[in-house]
């Protein structure tokens, strides 16, 4: 589907932001195909992003987080659990990077609702969750790693990065005609590639992250002594299952498969391209000789070339 935002003509009501609460699902998502994105203005890309928020919250039976636009050119987006505000990046990536980066940063508004009702994902991924995004007294994260490439190999990102790059390719039929689109795929493939070499080959820095900050947690007192004991026997236990490690693997190989499919896709098209223009250029080589051919047996005829979420 492609929407026609109007023309570029400066009156009042293209300044006013439509109401997407009449969109149904299939236009809100429509507006991500570059074609309509380019389209929009900034308030109407929030506007969209905002009734996303919007349904997801009520779905999942929590407040809508704000949306904003982010003034921070590098970076995707963020979310505040304080604030209950996102701020998304609208106009410096990709239609399919800022769906993405909704995807990701709602998912954390969920978390964060999850975590204080004590509801949603099983018990050790909700209080590891719980743990790494706790606050001091005056509001500021304290065990939050951000550094790579724990940063990453934190529960609560690892779900955030599963869940948004799950969603946005569970509709490949929807955009994957698009080139911006494929770009995406192949871009997340990649940085899932490097997260979970990362997760393969640092097992022991994660488990050395998740006991700092499992301790750090309970001498604050912002966990219990049950709850220390039962994070520090999972978190040290070789044959325990991260339920968001084994989805991260799990999505990247389906985002491994997507690229190449959307490659096989491209090369197919860029062989047919190819054989056309060999076609072509046959023919007017074949019509070049008979033509050749024919001058020179007639005298009369002689005078006649779209980056790191936070």
Not at 109 to 120: E, H
Not at 177 to 193: C, G, I, L, N
Not at 232 to 254: A, C, R
Request: glycine residues 4%; aromatic residues 8%; proline residues 2%.
């Amino acid at each position: 589907m492609i929407i026609n935002w109007g023309s570029n003509n400066h009156n009042s009501e293209q300044n006013e932001t439509k109401d997407y609460s009449k969109f149904s699902n299939d236009q809100l998502l429509d507006s991500f195909k570059s074609d309509n994105w380019s389209q929009m203005k900034e308030n109407d890309r929030v506007g969209v992003i905002q009734e996303l928020e919007n349904r997801t919250a009520a779905e999942q039976g929590r407040e809508p987080a704000v949306v904003v636009s982010s003034s921070r050119v590098t970076s995707y987006g963020s979310y505040n659990s304080t604030t209950n505000q996102m701020n998304i990046n609208v106009s410096n990536f990709s239609s399919y990077e800022t769906l993405d980066t909704f995807a990701h940063e709602s998912n954390h508004a969920y978390q964060t609702y999850c975590v204080n009702n004590g509801i949603g994902y099983d018990e050790y991924t909700r209080n590891m969750m719980g743990v790494e995004t706790a606050r001091d007294q005056n509001g500021n994260l304290y065990n939050y790693a951000r550094t790579s490439p724990q940063y990453d190999m934190q529960c609560n990102e690892l779900d955030s990065n599963n869940k948004a790059a799950s969603f946005v390719i569970g509709e490949k039929d929807r955009y994957s005609s698009d080139p911006a689109y494929k770009d995406y795929v192949a871009e997340r493939d990649s940085h899932f590639k490097d997260v979970n070499t990362a997760l393969d080959n640092n097992q022991a820095m994660r488990t050395s992250m998740q006991n700092d900050q499992t301790y750090t947690s309970y001498v604050r007192g912002d966990i219990t002594e049950e709850t220390y004991n039962s994070l520090s026997e999972s978190i040290n236990d070789p044959n325990h299952i991260d339920p968001t490690v084994s989805e991260s693997h799990t999505i990247g190989e389906s985002l491994s498969l997507l690229n190449e499919e959307l490659n096989a896709d491209i090369n197919e098209e860029m062989a047919e391209e190819n054989n056309s223009y060999s076609d072509s250029v046959g023919s007017t080589e074949s019509e070049s000789s008979a033509e050749s051919v024919d001058i020179s047996g007639n005298d009369s005829n002689d005078n006649d070339n779209s980056i790191g979420i936070s």
